[in-house]
């Protein structure tokens, strides 16, 4: 309490000085204890398990799942896993807590890379968040926040 009384014994400046350094420092608290991790950082040191099934595959060809963050979005995954013809298409990533998008393709003609059209893919595709659209997709259009293990990330192929 003394403190106080010696801060409003302060000058006028000395006073000033004080509050904007209190506010600051309440700014600062604040600011911690609100942030959450910016689009594409997995700042989160906890690890999670997301994992789920392919609907829709023939079960004669290989079918790839990939697990993407912002930085590599449609360019470079994070993980992906061939799950061979004739198995369950069940999938499994261990992965810190963040935002991901989770993609799968069918691979009709062995080729191991999902073929393109002038209209989108050639072969059955899609996302565990569905993309509906006439052009390619972003990554805030199918990631998801993931911060619990998860074992409903399904991913329905359409043709």
């Known amino acids: 309490m ?5 801060v409003w ?4 400046w000395d006073r000033l000085r004080f509050a904007v350094w209190l506010c600051a420092r309440f700014a600062a608290v604040v600011a911690v204890l ?3 991790p910016l689009e594409g950082q997995n700042a989160s ?6 994992s789920g099934c392919v609907i829709g595959t023939l ?3 290989a079918v790839y799942v990939a697990l993407w963050d912002a930085n590599g ?3 470079r995954p994070v993980q992906q896993l061939r799950i061979v013809p004739g198995s369950a298409p069940k999938f499994q990533f261990r992965i810190p807590s963040g935002r991901w998008a989770l993609s799968a393709f069918e691979d009709m003609n062995g080729n191991g890379v999902p073929d393109m059209g002038a209209f989108g893919p050639k072969e059955p595709s899609g996302f565990w968040h569905a993309f509906h659209g006439w ?5 805030n259009d199918v990631a998801v926040w993931v911060d619990r293990d998860t ?4 991913i329905r192929l359409s043709r």
Do not use: C
């Not at 003394?2 to 010696?6: K, Y």
């Open 45 to 50: 040191a906890s690890t999670v398990i997301l």
């Open 34 to 36: 609100t942030s959450a």
């Open 59 to 61: 079960g004669n060809h």
């Open 2 to 6: 003394s403190d106080l009384r010696f």
């Open 73 to 75: 979005f449609l360019t």
């Open 9 to 12: 014994r302060a000058s006028h």
């Open 151 to 154: 074992s409903g990330a399904d």
């Open 135 to 139: 052009r390619k997709p972003r990554f």
